[in-house]
């Protein structure tokens, strides 16, 4: 990515300014990270054949004084570019959402006729497992990246045969693995889920469904036993208005990376029978905390230690509080609030030049990061 004077240095994106402006560069890394190593002289094969085979009384006294001289010049130091995506350091950013079914969602998974439940603090709550948001905003992720032609042609969702194919922002983010043995290479995931659960009981938050399986025609009945089959089945659907608390963890974020997640969270259809229905929930971002290492703060815990929130009349708006509550007892910096829905309607205002600018931004430093891994080589 180059200026317009055709400097070969990478420049300021969009993503890069609006957050400098609005949120501030402290728990973001932005460029490659210059490493000193001191790397001994090497020395020739020759010399090391020809030391290991001379006695002493054989080195005249120009090779001793040649070898005095190498032992006492001191290692030479070297510099090495790590990629901001090879990097490791102590910037986490925590962002907060509030999940809202819109439309019936079926969260099940070996029973096809339950959904998923724990029990806490004698009540069963509802649970959606970390894989039912992260697959979904995954593969919203990947649209996005084949929008803007940051990922191979040839790259197919949990099916990666080569290595060059996961030098792409996507990935690189929500991790990636090579499923051919003869390519092996895998990416750890820098964005972190969790579960969510549910603040109230299930049994307040769920209706069972019968269905039937039509003919051809639409109908029941069974043109050869001239009869009306008896194909039923009960689902579970999680009602509409039921919501969940979830948390989502970036790794040593860059501006332009939170961009593509903020984009993800855009995702409307979640599970896997629903995912066909069309809307399902709806995601309001409450909350993003920028901090070296995210707190104790969970789905979990937030309706775990907030038991009155049972008894609430305005349910949304108390559990928003109640999450903004719990991360503004840590460290690092908050932002929420009006702050947060300024931050966040500046971000929609990103126009297509501006994307585009994110994203060969997002791809350079996926390309870095591969090469930097060896992947390829």
């Excluded at 001379?54 to 080195?59: M, R």
């Excluded at 855009?266 to 995601?283: F, H, L, V």
């Excluded at 108390?318 to 903004?324: E, H, Q, S």
């Amino acid at each position: 990515m180059t200026d317009n004077t055709g400097n070969t240095e990478l420049v300021k994106t969009p993503a890069h300014t609006l957050i400098e402006k609005t949120f501030g560069l402290e728990y973001f890394t932005t460029e490659p990270k210059i490493i000193e190593q001191t790397v001994k002289p090497k020395t020739s094969k020759k010399k090391k054949e020809k030391a290991a085979t001379d006695s002493p009384a054989q080195v005249t006294l120009e090779e001793k004084a040649a070898i005095e001289v190498t032992a006492s010049v001191e290692k030479k130091p070297e510099s090495k570019k790590v990629p901001v995506f090879g990097q490791n350091n102590a910037k986490r950013l925590v962002i907060a959402v509030l999940r809202e079914v819109i439309a019936p969602f079926i969260d099940r998974s070996e029973d096809p006729e339950e959904t998923i439940s724990i029990r806490v603090n004698e009540r069963e709550i509802i649970e959606v497992p970390a894989r039912k948001m992260k697959s979904k905003e995954k593969l919203a992720g990947l649209r996005l990246c084949r929008a803007y032609e940051v990922v191979d042609a040839s790259y197919e969702y949990n099916a990666v045969e080569t290595q060059a194919e996961m030098a792409n922002p996507n990935s690189v983010l929500f991790g990636d693995s090579v499923v051919e043995q003869s390519e092996t290479a895998m990416l750890p995931s820098r964005v972190k889920y969790s579960s969510s659960y549910s603040i109230r009981e299930r049994v307040k938050l769920t209706t069972k469904l019968t269905h039937n399986a039509l003919s051809e025609q639409g109908t029941m009945w069974d043109r050869e036993e001239k009869k009306f089959r008896k194909s039923l089945f009960s689902t579970e659907y999680i009602l509409p208005g039921t919501l969940f608390p979830s948390f989502i963890v970036i790794d040593d974020p860059t501006p332009e990376s939170l961009v593509h997640i903020l984009m993800c969270l855009r995702e409307t259809r979640y599970g896997a029978q629903t995912s066909i229905t069309g809307p399902n929930i709806k995601n309001t971002i409450v909350a993003i905390l920028g901090c070296q290492n995210e707190p104790p703060v969970t789905s979990y815990t937030i309706t775990k230690n907030h038991p009155e929130l049972q008894e609430s009349k305005d349910l949304r708006a108390d559990v928003i509080k109640t999450i903004i509550q719990d991360l503004s007892g840590t460290n690092g910096k908050l932002l929420s609030g009006k702050p947060l829905e300024d931050f966040l309607v500046e971000a929609n205002k990103l126009d297509g030049n501006s994307m585009k600018a994110i994203y060969a931004k997002l791809k350079n430093d996926a390309v870095a990061l591969c090469e930097y891994a060896g992947f390829g080589k």
